[in-house]
Every structure is written in structure tokens, then in C-alpha cells.
């Protein structure tokens, strides 16, 4: 199944999630850039506030598509220390390419909702929504900033992901919905037939629509601050994590096989694209 666009996804999303429809505890958070117009369609269809939630991948120095792992808001970053060590990506390097993602979610952050705070999630159903998963990398480390900030239920949600990438999330959110769950994966842009890039313009449009036509739950609030994840697993870290918490776990996440630096990328794991 291919879709026509990011709309379609999302209206053939929302028909997934009709459980959710009409519920005051429920909230919806789209992914920039990509995630928002897919989160967009899931909202109005079921009458829920919207927010975004910030993520991103960090990407191997010359093969910047592929993800050797992930931070979020709240100074969540996920790291897989078997590709670092298998690609010889020094803690200089990562260190510099955390600081370079941390400086462009700061601009969108403050790009999208200017002066507005996030709503809150505490004690919340959360529906993540991006408009599609490869290696999982800035889910995770979405689905682990979450956490902190207690909501009562996490939901992931997505019109495409790879089998084996929908398994190992499965295991780290409370719900995860996926329309379609290739085992051949190479592109999320293979399963749209216009996979155009979304614009802060576009955000920023979509937001304000949301918040004039449906309006926050409640009176929003600053989510309190956060640890740091690294290395993290399906296993490792408990959903009831508080605000404030530091976590450090040492198992590792098992990843599609690992290139060679500078070579070309397995089929999967060139499946990151700059999408967002």
C-alpha cells in the first residue's frame, strides 16, 4: 500500500485510533516536521488537543541518514553503542553532533509554539504520532522523554515501520499502531507517493488550526526537567521513571548489520531519511 500523501496517512491513521475519539484524558503529539500533518488529520478526526514533541536522530558522520541514536526533549538521548563502536565514532564526535541536533530542536521549539508552554501530559493518554518509523532511533528516545513526565498511557502511532522495528516498540510504548509493517524496508518516502518536505510554516500553521478549532485540555504547564538515557533497551528502563530521574543502562540495542565507515549502508539502515 502506498499513500498519497501525509493526509491520507493520517485520516487511514485516525480510523485506527477511533477508540480514542471524544475522550478528555486523551492528548495528540506529532513528531516535527513530518509527524505534524499526520498528528493534524488524527486530532481533528478525534476531536483531541495538539502539541508537538521534539525528536531527532542523530546521524554517522558521512552517512548522515543512518542513526546511531537519538535525543528528545527533556535532555533525553539515546545512544546504540554497538554501531558507535562498530563505525569508530569517537565521544568527540558524538558530543559535537549532540550539540549541533540540541541547537536546531531549540529553533523549532521556539519557532512552533513561541510563547505558548507544552500542555500537560501528566496523567495523560499520549498519541505519538510521526509519519513513519525506520531504525526507531528518535521514537525511543521520544517514548523515554515521555515517560518522565508520567502520562498514563503512551500509544505510538504510525501509517508504516519495519516488522522488526514495530516489535522491539512494541516492548517500549503502552500501545503501538502501525498501519502497514513491511519486512522490506529501505525508504519511509517508498510508501508515499508525494513525500515532499514539510515546512516550519506548515507546523506553525497546523498548530494554530488545532489550538483555534479543538483548544488545550487543560491549562498548560512546563514540564519539569529531566535526565539523560544512554544505551537504552526494550528492558531497561521502568515506565514509572519520575521527573528528575537520571537513568544510565548498559544493555545494548540490537541493530540492523553495521557498514563499514564511509561504505554503503545496508538496505535497512539506510531506511533513515532527513524527513524531518
Same mark, same amino acid.
Given at each position: 500500500m502506498v499513500f498519497q500523501n501525509r493526509v491520507e496517512a493520517g485520516r487511514l491513521l485516525a480510523k485506527q485510533l477511533r477508540g480514542y475519539a471524544g475522550r478528555n484524558d486523551v492528548i495528540v503529539l506529532g513528531i516535527p516536521r513530518?509527524?505534524?500533518p499526520?498528528?493534524?488529520e488524527v486530532a481533528m478526526a478525534l476531536k483531541a488537543p495538539l502539541d508537538i514533541f521534539l525528536s531527532r536522530k542523530l546521524g554517522v558522520p558521512g552517512q548522515e541518514e543512518?542513526?546511531?541514536g537519538a535525543i528528545a526533549s527533556g535532555d533525553i538521548r539515546v545512544l546504540d553503542r554497538h554501531l558507535v563502536e562498530g563505525l569508530n565514532i569517537s565521544e568527540q564526535e558524538i558530543d559535537q553532533i549532540t550539540k549541533t541536533v540540541e541547537t536546531e530542536l531549540e529553533r523549532r521549539e521556539r519557532v512552533y509554539r513561541g510563547n505558548r508552554s507544552p500542555l500537560q501530559v501528566e496523567?495523560?493518554?499520549v498519541l505519538l504520532i510521526d509519519? !513513519?518509523?525506520a531504525t526507531g532511533s528518535s521514537m525511543r528516545a521520544a517514548i523515554r522523554a515521555l515517560r518522565q513526565m508520567r502520562p498514563a498511557r503512551i500509544v505510538v502511532a504510525v501509517p508504516v515501520a519495519p516488522f522488526h522495528t514495530?516489535?522491539?516498540?512494541?516492548?517500549e510504548a503502552d500501545e503501538l499502531i502501525c498501519i502497514q509493517e513491511p519486512e522490506f524496508f529501505y525508504a519511509i518516502g517508498q510508501f508515499y507517493d508525494d513525500f515532499s518536505q514539510v515546512t516550519d510554516e506548515e507546523v506553525t500553521e497546523l498548530l494554530r488550526r488545532a489550538a483555534q478549532q479543538i483548544g488545550p485540555p487543560t491549562?498548560?504547564?512546563?514540564p519539569a526537567a529531566t535526565g539523560t538515557v544512554e544505551d537504552a533497551s526494550s528492558e531497561s528502563s521502568p515506565a514509572s521513571d519520575a521527573p528528575g530521574m537520571r537513568s544510565k543502562v548498559k544493555e545494548e540495542i540490537a541493530m540492523p548489520s553495521i557498514p563499514a565507515r564511509? !561504505?554503503?549502508a545496508t538496505a535497512f539502515a539506510g531506511a533513515e531519511e532527513a524527513k524531518h
Amino acid at each position: 500500500m502506498v499513500f498519497q500523501n501525509r493526509v491520507e496517512a493520517g485520516r487511514l491513521l485516525a480510523k485506527q485510533l477511533r477508540g480514542y475519539a471524544g475522550r478528555n484524558d486523551v492528548i495528540v503529539l506529532g513528531i516535527p516536521r513530518g509527524g505534524v500533518p499526520v498528528a493534524f488529520e488524527v486530532a481533528m478526526a478525534l476531536k483531541a488537543p495538539l502539541d508537538i514533541f521534539l525528536s531527532r536522530k542523530l546521524g554517522v558522520p558521512g552517512q548522515e541518514e543512518l542513526a546511531f541514536g537519538a535525543i528528545a526533549s527533556g535532555d533525553i538521548r539515546v545512544l546504540d553503542r554497538h554501531l558507535v563502536e562498530g563505525l569508530n565514532i569517537s565521544e568527540q564526535e558524538i558530543d559535537q553532533i549532540t550539540k549541533t541536533v540540541e541547537t536546531e530542536l531549540e529553533r523549532r521549539e521556539r519557532v512552533y509554539r513561541g510563547n505558548r508552554s507544552p500542555l500537560q501530559v501528566e496523567g495523560k493518554t499520549v498519541l505519538l504520532i510521526d509519519d !513513519g518509523i525506520a531504525t526507531g532511533s528518535s521514537m525511543r528516545a521520544a517514548i523515554r522523554a515521555l515517560r518522565q513526565m508520567r502520562p498514563a498511557r503512551i500509544v505510538v502511532a504510525v501509517p508504516v515501520a519495519p516488522f522488526h522495528t514495530c516489535k522491539l516498540l512494541r516492548s517500549e510504548a503502552d500501545e503501538l499502531i502501525c498501519i502497514q509493517e513491511p519486512e522490506f524496508f529501505y525508504a519511509i518516502g517508498q510508501f508515499y507517493d508525494d513525500f515532499s518536505q514539510v515546512t516550519d510554516e506548515e507546523v506553525t500553521e497546523l498548530l494554530r488550526r488545532a489550538a483555534q478549532q479543538i483548544g488545550p485540555p487543560t491549562a498548560p504547564v512546563t514540564p519539569a526537567a529531566t535526565g539523560t538515557v544512554e544505551d537504552a533497551s526494550s528492558e531497561s528502563s521502568p515506565a514509572s521513571d519520575a521527573p528528575g530521574m537520571r537513568s544510565k543502562v548498559k544493555e545494548e540495542i540490537a541493530m540492523p548489520s553495521i557498514p563499514a565507515r564511509g !561504505g554503503r549502508a545496508t538496505a535497512f539502515a539506510g531506511a533513515e531519511e532527513a524527513k524531518h
